[in-house]
Structures are given as structure tokens and as C-alpha cells.
């Protein structure tokens, strides 16, 4: 925790037109994971995410991209005590919470509400980096 603190003191931007404290662009790195074809899964590779994550305090972000799944959505966030540095955020208002779990600059999002249970077509893990803009 004390590493994510110092990295986000030493990133601090000015104050965005959202009000935002700092401001990431984050980016898959890698995406893996099914998409349902003919009523079964079948494993597949996605295409890179590119996202805007704007940090609101040490509880709330909010998450932009081109994506209806991550389009303009609040995060509530919480540390981690294991493993130590790690900032656990899901979708305020949702079953699954579209959870992202942040460490300094690295990032693991999820998509865990799939067809097999009447969801979105997808299930999917992927890993990234973010960057301050």
C-alpha cells in the first residue's frame, strides 16, 4: 500500500474537468479467455483493452473506455493486506463487478458473468499497465 501511495504522490496530475485527483491510461497487455459459439465455449485470445481510469480518492475511480462494459462506471476500491500493494476495485451497482485489481502500475480485470449462466457471451482475465496521462 505504501508503494501504490508514493507512486500515485509522485504522479499527482492537476486537477482534471471531472474533478479527478490523478488520471491513468491503463492498457491490456494480454487477454485470454472463451467466447460462446453454437452454445459452447471455445477458448480464444481478445483484442487489447485500452481504458481511462480517473482516481477519485482512495475509494473510488472511475473507469472510462469504448466499451459498453467499462464505459463511464464508478469503482469502489479497497486494499489488500495479501498480497501487500494491491487495490481491489469492482463496479459499484453490479452482480459481478466487473472487478480490477491494481499493484504500482500493473492491472488484472475480469469479465465473470458468462453465457454458461445466462450472462454476457464472455468470460475473460486480462493484464496490463497503466500509465499517468
Known sequence: MQRLLIFCCLTIMACSPAGAIEVLHCTDTDAIGYQWKNGMP???RYVPLSFVVKINGPTERIIDSPSRDYNDQKYRCSALENPPGTLACARMNSATGYPIN?????FERVG???AQIGGSPDLYVAYGQCEPF
Do not use: E, P, Q
Not at 491494481?102 to 500493473?106: A, E, I, L, T, V
Open 102 to 106: 491494481f499493484r504500482d502500475n500493473r
Open 112 to 114: 465473470n458473468l458468462s
Open 42 to 44: 471455445s477458448a480464444t
